[in-house]
């Protein structure tokens, strides 16, 4: 069975602040990786996504996300946050095989102005 | 484009009483369709998923069921509520036989008396 951790269930930064959010998945195969944000009162959207090629990539808004397969790990990151970024942050992933998807916790990012 | 419609939006119904869920989606082909549960601090727990029409993949053993009558239809159900079964419900679809990233619907509210 696949599962998905995220490390942090609420972090609290402030403005200017770097981020970085840990993601670890468990699965024998192979996976397509996925971060989404629910900003408050909005629809869960994807924010940057891998599949194969270069591990190291790039999404919406400035964050950007590293797949280590040695690891299972697939970490978001931002330079800089902004008040904007307070959302609940979402790391998934998709089995290629049968397209089966699981959704870690959830981080609560707070940032303050 | 693509959108998907949920509803009702929110709903409250008595312990015993049946439900019934309606998810839709417009624009797209054979996607695959998902349920999912959402709870604070607990993120998104996959009910079921669907590659096709009639096919329909149970995830955690519950109060609930799945149907998918047509392509681009998927219905959650119950036949008796429980108390426990009151929560947030989302429906996704995804494209590129389920593999690619989901899209989500706004969402049930769903309280049980």
């Known amino acids: 069975a696949q599962s998905v951790s995220q490390h942090n269930h609420h972090v609290i930064l402030s403005e200017a602040a770097s981020l970085e959010l840990g993601c670890n998945y468990s699965y024998g195969g192979t996976v397509n990786l996925f971060w989404y944000v629910q900003y408050p009162g909005q629809h869960l959207q994807l924010l940057l996504k891998?599949?194969?090629?270069?591990?190291l990539v790039k999404g919406i808004k400035g964050f950007e996300a590293e797949f280590i397969k040695s690891k299972f790990s697939f970490n978001l990151r931002k330079p800089s946050v902004q008040w904007s970024d307070t959302a609940e942050y979402f790391c998934a992933v998709i089995t290629t095989n049968a397209g089966k998807s699981t959704f870690g916790d959830g981080t609560t990012l707070t940032v303050k102005p | 484009s693509q959108t998907i419609h949920q509803w009702p939006a929110t709903l409250v119904q008595p312990v015993g009483s049946p439900l019934s869920l309606e998810c839709t989606v417009e624009g797209t082909s054979n996607p695959n369709l998902y349920w999912y549960r959402q709870a604070a601090g607990r993120g998104l727990q996959l009910l079921f998923y669907?590659?096709?029409?009639?096919?329909i993949s149970s995830e955690v053993p519950q109060n609930l069921s799945a149907s998918r009558p047509q392509d681009r239809q998927f219905i959650l159900s119950s036949k008796k509520l429980l108390l426990s079964d009151s929560g947030f419900y989302l429906c996704?679809?995804?494209?590129?036989?389920?593999?690619?990233?989901?899209?989500f619907g706004p969402g049930t509210r769903l309280t049980v008396l």
């Open positions: 996704a679809w995804a494209g590129l036989a389920g593999v690619n990233e989901q899209f």
């Open positions: 669907s590659v096709g029409i009639g096919q």
């Open positions: 891998y599949f194969s090629g270069d591990p």
